[in-house]
């Protein structure tokens, strides 16, 4: 089946870390860009990161460069998201997603990864 | 960096009515470069369109997609009861994506 499993997620305080993964399966994981999406609660979607097919580009969005850290695992078929510094306004779904063969568009998504910051 | 605006915030529909839905880019953007998301409370969003005009697989064709330059068009002909939810259009430009805030469409 093609999937995208994340896992990771769960309370932190704020200026904590923590690392989300993503699973994929069921498609050539290897041949294709990923991204990381977040939803705050009640709110809209915000791209976080996205990564080349090799991992030797990543790309983040101003909200998160310099305190998260995308990187990928081609013999794993994993996506990573490092998240430093944390703050509440991070708390939010974060959601994986497959790119399509030029890297405009997520064609697979995965069912998300609540994190929470809070004291 | 792209913004994208989208409008109207809500729209209130009756099953088959028409839907016509505007997402506007604060620049040009490339119609290879936009899509359209659909996304009920509780999942995660699917891909309905995209390219501007490409339904993704499995997307009924009551579902259309139009526009170029600045502005574009989500237009679903006859809303269906499960066509309800969020739709959130998006671009990508030198790798960093972009989406607009959403328009809500709700049962009138």
């Known amino acids: 089946e093609v999937q995208l499993l994340e896992s990771g997620g769960g309370l932190v305080q704020p200026g904590g870390s923590l690392r989300l993964s993503c699973a994929a399966s069921?498609?050539?994981?290897?041949?294709?860009?990923m991204g990381w999406v977040r939803q705050a609660p009640g709110k809209g979607l915000e791209w976080v990161s996205g990564i080349s097919v090799t991992g030797g580009s990543t790309y983040y969005a101003d909200s998160v460069k310099g305190r998260f850290t995308m990187s990928r695992d081609n013999s794993k078929n994993t996506v990573f998201l490092h998240m430093n510094s944390l703050r509440a306004e991070d708390t939010a779904v974060y959601y994986c997603?497959?790119?399509?063969?030029?890297?405009?568009?997520?064609?697979?998504w995965g069912r998300g990864t609540l994190v929470t910051v809070s004291s | 960096e792209i913004e994208l605006t989208q409008s109207p915030g809500t729209l209130s529909l009756s099953p088959g009515e028409r839907a016509t839905l505007s997402c506007r880019a604060s620049q040009t953007v490339s119609s290879i470069f936009l899509a359209w998301y659909q996304q009920k409370p509780g999942q995660a969003p699917r891909l309905l369109i995209y390219g501007t005009y490409s339904r993704a697989t499995g997307i009924p064709d009551r579902f259309s997609g139009s526009g170029s330059g600045t502005d574009f068009t989500l237009t679903i002909s006859r809303l269906e009861p499960e066509d309800f939810g969020v739709y959130y259009c998006?671009?990508?430009?030198?790798?960093?994506?972009?989406f607009g805030p959403g328009t809500k469409v709700e049962i009138k």
């Open positions: 997603g497959k790119s399509d063969w030029n890297n405009r568009y997520f064609d697979l």
């Open positions: 998006q671009q990508s430009d030198t790798s960093l994506f972009t």
């Open positions: 069921g498609f050539m994981f290897s041949n294709f860009a």
